[in-house]
């Protein structure tokens, strides 16, 4: 008697098989019989294509013995599709690379500052204008223009040192010190500042001798006028606590509005938490687990396909009115939802502080009961997981059904075209030769209405001649005398012809 084996043994023959083992590998590893593992590949086959099966079980096979595993391979992949991308030549990358590498360790440099120069070095093209053949000139070039603007610079300087002498010299043989003339330089910028100039100086002086033979208080008068400059003083450090308080004020404003995005972020990440509790709830209650979404999001990542022309391949292949029902339901469905939501979002926005408190509590709750949640979630995914393999299985069947009906559809239609194409070719054809018959004929009927052309109509004359020697030869009808007279009567045809 066979020995039965469980569900999970089968299903770990599957895998070991599509992962690239060999049927006495599987075998010595699970510890069954080589005839055991051949029936569940076949009774998995049967159930798919079996060159798709053949194709997994070789390219995984090929992987292995080169010592990839899936994600390697995937990798390279990616990797080739950016060489073809670009038309680049495989048998060419390796000496590029290795050269690359050659040159970035002679000078000591990274990847990421070859890169760096390189970046530089085309920003550097594009701003000058001149090709990258060209820019070792151009660069030589301006280390000759630095050479000549630096000696021109010791010349300029040299030229300075010798007038600042000369100028020393000159200021001592006229008596006067360089501090003399720096504090003469310090009274005109004075003068400047106030507004005045050196032929201001003389009604200054005039102004100063009138005040004192009026006997006016030079002191009360610079007194006067200091308090201004006092009031000034105090108005400018006014203006200066103003900008301080400005500042602050600005500073407070960032700082609000910083709290206020970190209190909005906390209320969509607590959105986001609900909804995604909901949304692994209503997936798993629906068959649909998570590692599901993540093995459908690597076959999508895999063939490169998108998730639009996914579903939009499936609206093709199933019943589109069904499909349009489902989606008028799901919108309705969605509407409530939104207007559900846009009222929990103002509720949540009025119960704010009380809910960032229940999050912080609920983070500590759900720190310790971590485990009993890890428990659930994970009996729950196999759940569905089962769940979504056996939807899977009837949704394939359904499918495959509805292509069968299709085909059968199409092929009776072919059919019935075929049939239809094949009467009208016999109707051609019959045509055909019924005009081909008319126009043998059409010399006959030039004849008896006397518009014989012995060019054009003693030739046809001759084949209608032929056509009915052979037709009488190959008759049961014996006449002898016939055959001979319309031998007689084709001689005599070529003879016209002949003397024509």
Known sequence: MRKSYSPEIEQQVIEKYL?????????????????YVSNCIENFSSKLEKVTIDAIHDF??????????????????????????????????????????????????????????????????????????????????????????EEEVSKLDLQYKQSKNNLSSMLEKKSLTEKQVEKTNRALEFLKTIGLDISDLNSISNMLQNAKTKNYDLSEIIHYLNQDK??????????????????????????HEELSLMHENLTLRHDSMLK????????????????????????????????????????????????????????????????????????????????????SNGTEFGKNNLKKITDHTESQINQTIIH???????????????????????????????????????????????????ESLQSLDDLINGKFDPVTSIPQIIIILDKLFVNIKDSNFN??????????????????????
């Open 388 to 438: 979504a393999k056996k939807s899977l299985n009837d949704f394939m069947k359904q499918n495959q059904n509805e292509i069968n009906f299709s085909q059968k559809q199409f092929t009776d239609y072919f059919l019935e075209l075929s049939l239809k194409l094949e009467e009208l070719l016999e109707h051609s054809h019959k045509a055909e030769y019924s005009l081909g018959k008319m």
């Open 60 to 149: 995984y096979k090929i992987i292995r013995k080169i010592g990839l595993n899936p994600q390697d391979a995937f990798s390279g992949y990616a990797l080739f599709s950016i060489i073809s991308k670009y038309k680049l030549d495989v048998n060419q990358i390796n000496s590029f690379i290795e050269s690359v590498l050659l040159f970035s360790k002679q000078n000591e440099l990274s990847a990421e500052q070859l890169v760096n120069f390189c970046k530089k070095l085309s920003i550097v093209q594009s701003i000058s204008d001149v090709s990258l053949e060209e820019l070792d000139d151009y660069y030589s070039n301006f280390v000759t223009q630095k050479k000549q603007l």
């Open 479 to 500: 006449s002898s005398i016939i055959c001979s007279e319309i031998k007689r009567l084709r001689e005599k045809l070529l003879d016209l012809i002949i003397h024509e």
């Open 276 to 359: 995604s509790i909901k949304s692994v709830k209503y997936l798993s209650e629906n068959g649909v687990p998570v590692e599901t979404i993540h093995v459908w999001q690597q076959i999508f990542d895999s063939f490169e396909l998108k998730p639009d022309e996914f579903i939009q391949e499936l609206q093709d292949i199933g019943d589109m009115k069904k499909l349009n029902c489902n989606l008028e339901e799901k919108r309705s469905k969605l509407t409530k939802d939104i207007t559900r939501l846009e009222k929990k979002k103002s509720w949540l926005e009025n119960n704010n502080d009380s809910l960032i408190s229940e999050i």
């Open 230 to 255: 006092s009031l000034e003083f105090t108005l400018q450090e006014k203006q200066s606590r103003l900008e301080e308080v400005e500042v602050k004020t600005r500073k407070s404003i960032k700082k």
């Open 19 to 35: 992962s690239g083992e060999s049927v006495r590998e599987i075998s010595t590893t699970l510890g069954v019989s080589t005839g």
